[in-house]
């Protein structure tokens, strides 16, 4: 039973770069079956995807935050991470890494998720 | 605002039926990109409901279901209960731009 937990800073200040860890348990993160995502949801809003990575190092990134992102993996820890730069009051947010399935047949869908780590950017 | 559209809320009694819609575009949901649901529960992370437009993961009561047709998808849950009340929201792939995963703005389900 796969589980993930997100760890990292709380509180950021603006300008600086938000770095987020995802420690996946229970299953390997070298899997083929899965890519690997993060997913962020501002206060009282709704949820928006900012990235994803394959064990392999291949990524995909959510047009309107490329340019300020980066997703890594590390296999040998079980772990992937977030970096995002230059951040504002605009990124403020609960993160969440989540599993996603890269069904053969049926598109890619997240189906475990982490509880979910918030960050507040201020200074 | 998001690629996909959901109606901001919806509500209903114990027991009745609802559905929520999932409005898309030929570049998402008409392209013939699965959709796929999430349940939210107040205070606590998504919680994968339909997977593939109409799977449902081990665990999911039969009471919801999901379908698809054309640029649209519906979530159905059947027997409303108390506990269903949350936010949902669908999930799609979109072609356009440099490709993405996208969410709908979310529906809160309200139950009487």
């Known amino acids: 039973q796969l589980q993930l937990q997100e760890s990292g800073p709380g509180l950021v200040k603006p300008s600086e770069t938000l770095s987020l860890t995802c420690t996946v348990s229970?299953?390997?993160?070298?899997?083929?079956?899965?890519?690997w995502g993060w997913i962020r949801q501002p206060p009282g809003k709704g949820l928006e995807w900012i990235g994803s990575i394959y064990y392999s190092g291949s990524t995909y990134y959510n047009p309107s935050l490329k340019s300020r992102v980066t997703i890594s993996v590390d296999t040998s820890k079980n772990q992937f991470s977030l970096k995002l730069s230059s951040v504002t009051a605009a990124d403020t947010a609960v993160y969440y890494c989540?599993?996603?399935?890269?069904?053969?047949?049926?598109?890619?869908?997240?189906?475990?998720w982490g509880k979910g780590t918030t960050v507040t950017v201020s200074s | 605002q998001s690629v996909l559209t959901q109606p901001p809320s919806v509500s209903g009694a114990p027991g009745q039926r609802v559905t929520i819609s999932c409005t898309g575009s030929?570049?998402?949901?008409?392209?013939?990109?699965?959709v796929h649901w999430y349940q939210q529960l107040p205070g606590t992370a998504p919680k994968l409901l339909i997977y593939?437009?109409?799977n449902r993961p081990s665990g999911v009561p039969d009471r919801f279901s999901g379908s698809k047709s054309g640029t649209s998808a519906s979530l159905a849950i059947t027997g409303l209960q108390a506990e269903d009340e949350a936010d949902y929201y669908c999930q799609s792939y979109d072609s356009s731009l440099s490709g993405a995963w996208v969410f709908g703005g979310g529906t809160k389900l309200t139950v009487l």
């Open positions: 593939g437009n109409s």
């Open positions: 229970g299953g390997s993160i070298s899997s083929s079956s899965y890519y």
């Open positions: 989540a599993s996603m399935v890269r069904g053969v047949i049926i598109g890619p869908y997240m189906d475990v």
């Open positions: 030929s570049s998402n949901i008409g392209a013939g990109y699965d």
